[in-house]
């Protein structure tokens, strides 16, 4: 199984800051000390302005990548803008379109630093440049590999940005479990929305998890691609989480 990294283009954050950068590092280190021969790790090429212009303004991918998004616009993604910031976006989401070509080859795959679901088709938000689920769905119909995309994202927040990017699409379908009270605090609408309440637990979960899943499979019927963004954040020991899984 190929899985794809993006950690060695690093992200200078100011000191204090909260977003855990280290954490992709940490988990590819923890694939290389498991030693599985199952595994083979990968770092991916960069995306491209065709590939990032399936999904989002080119306007908005000039200004991003020339670091002229304004102070609002920066308050909002969460990160100060720097040549490497850029970088490491298009890194992640060309390994999301590696992981889908070979997912598609394979069976499945990996890309160990993605799930930017809240860049919007013009704007950025919540730590996120580019939209790299909807990028690869985008990359994957235009090659002529697939043509219906599922997207299963059990973030603890909600894939707004998705939602947005593939609005109106019936070959793209888009299904979100998060905390109802958790950021984004204004949602989008993805083609399926299952809100939890603060402190669920394991029970509840899987079988909120479970009822989603065979809903979204039966409305993305004939679907050739199941992209799925696994957060860690549902977990008990996040401390924005808000919800208690084990």
């Not at 199952?38 to 590939?51: G, I, T, Y």
């Not at 499945?108 to 690869?136: I, R």
């Not at 479990?177 to 637990?201: C, M, Q, W, Y």
Request: charged share 25%; net charge negative.
């Amino acid at each position: 199984m190929k899985l794809f990294y993006c950690d060695h283009f690093v992200l200078p954050l100011p000191p204090g800051h909260r977003f855990p950068m280290d954490k992709y590092r940490r988990l590819r280190e923890r694939v290389v000390s498991g030693r599985d021969p199952r595994f083979e790790l990968h770092p991916p090429p960069a995306v491209s302005d065709a590939e990032l212009g399936r999904v989002h303004d080119p306007d908005y991918i000039r200004r991003a990548s020339r670091g002229e998004l304004d102070a609002r616009e920066l308050r909002a993604l969460g990160f100060p803008w720097s040549e490497a910031l850029i970088e490491r976006s298009r890194r992640s989401s060309g390994a999301t379109i590696a992981a889908c070509r070979a997912a598609l080859a394979d069976g499945a795959a990996a890309n160990l630093a993605g799930g930017t679901h809240h860049a919007a088709p013009a704007a950025a938000q919540g730590f996120c440049v580019f939209n790299d689920a909807a990028v690869a769905a985008r990359a994957m119909q235009a090659e002529g590999r697939v043509q219906r995309v599922l997207i299963v994202d059990a973030d603890v927040h909600q894939g707004n940005g998705t939602a947005l990017c593939l609005a109106g699409d019936d070959s793209v379908f888009t299904f979100s479990i998060h905390g109802a009270k958790n950021f984004p605090f204004r949602k989008e609408t993805s083609d399926l929305d299952v809100e939890l309440a603060d402190g669920t637990g394991d029970d509840e979960y899987l079988a909120a998890l479970e009822a989603g899943l065979a809903q979204a499979m039966a409305r993305a019927a004939g679907a050739e691609l199941v992209i799925y963004l696994a957060g860690a954040d549902p977990f008990a020991g996040d401390r924005l989480g808000r919800l208690a899984l084990s």
